[in-house]
């Protein structure tokens, strides 16, 4: 009987992953059938079931969850097997595994992705833009790129730099009290995840104010807070990279320019038990560089 190949672990891997024919047939670009009978394949070759199928349900068995928890761990050694011979190369290649949550995906992270593919043609990328919390041992990634504080200790961090930030509102609106103190907490519009909270603390020399956000408007995403800005709801604690380009279009405008609000610092977590191979190493260099020179994002 064949043996087992690794591309049948990471298809049962990604059924796992999906619980679904269809979903995993689409994301490993093959035929759902093709899912299938690599399923009854494995399973009639470890003389075990794996998972249990309905018309309408599929989840792992016992022994299918702990198979693919092994599987797992096979195709890490077989990825720490490929790194390696990347690293005696010394040039970048392979593929990057690369996760990222989506608004700072979608504001800068796409943009190194296409540098680093410029710049580095024997590379491709596997990016995973997500707001869920990942486990990047478990899951295979290269490289986790999160905004602020990293409090896992067996993890490494890398600092790229960091983030900037300024207070925004629409240019329809009155003009702010002139010190920020008075602003009303009803007029700011609260963020309500990511890598700062409600409070704002903003200062100006020896003169420093915290600003608590109160406003009628509550947003889990940065660009959904810009929106509400611009339409006029209250001002906004943005990113400098993406507020510009409202600014240059007229569509939002600066308030309390003279004061700095703390920046949120950007890091690359990469897994502790594993060396920084060329195409990691290669991408760092990108991200680095954009940090220093800046991201402005289209919007």
Request: charged share 20%.
């Amino acid at each position: 009987m064949a043996t087992i190949t690794p591309a049948d672990l990471r298809t049962l891997l990604k059924l796992l992953d999906t619980r679904s024919f269809t979903a995993a047939a689409a994301a490993l670009d093959i035929d759902k059938s093709q899912v299938s009978r690599t399923v009854a394949r494995v399973e009639r070759r470890l003389g075990v079931r794996l998972f249990e199928r309905s018309t309408r349900t599929l989840r792992p068995t016992a022994v299918g969850t702990e198979i693919c928890a092994r599987a797992r761990e096979v195709l890490a050694g077989l990825h720490a097997i490929e790194d390696f011979a990347a690293t005696s190369r010394r040039t970048p290649s392979g593929t990057l595994r690369l996760g990222c949550g989506v608004e700072f995906g979608m504001l800068a992270v796409s943009g190194w992705i296409a540098q680093y593919l410029a710049r580095h043609p024997a590379v491709s990328v596997d990016a995973d833009f997500s707001n869920r919390v990942v486990d990047l041992i478990e899951e295979g990634f290269d490289v986790v790129i999160r905004l602020g504080p990293v409090v896992q200790p067996e993890l490494v961090s890398v600092t790229l730099g960091v983030l900037p930030y300024g207070l925004y509102a629409s240019p329809a609106r009155a003009a702010p009290p002139a010190h920020p103190g008075a602003f009303p907490a009803a007029e700011i519009l609260r963020f309500s995840a990511g890598s700062h909270g409600p409070g704002w603390r903003l200062v100006r020399g020896d003169d420093a104010v915290q600003m608590t956000a109160a406003g009628r408007v509550t947003i889990n995403n940065v660009y959904a807070l810009a929106d509400a800005a611009r339409a006029g709801f209250g001002v906004a604690r943005l990113p400098r990279p993406l507020a510009e380009a409202y600014v240059a279009r007229g569509e939002l405008r600066e308030v309390y320019a003279d004061w700095t609000l703390d920046p949120v610092t950007v890091h690359a977590v990469l897994p502790g038990n594993r060396y920084i191979a060329p195409k990691v190493s290669a991408f760092l260099d990108v991200a680095r560089a954009a940090m220093h020179m800046g991201t402005t994002p289209n919007v």
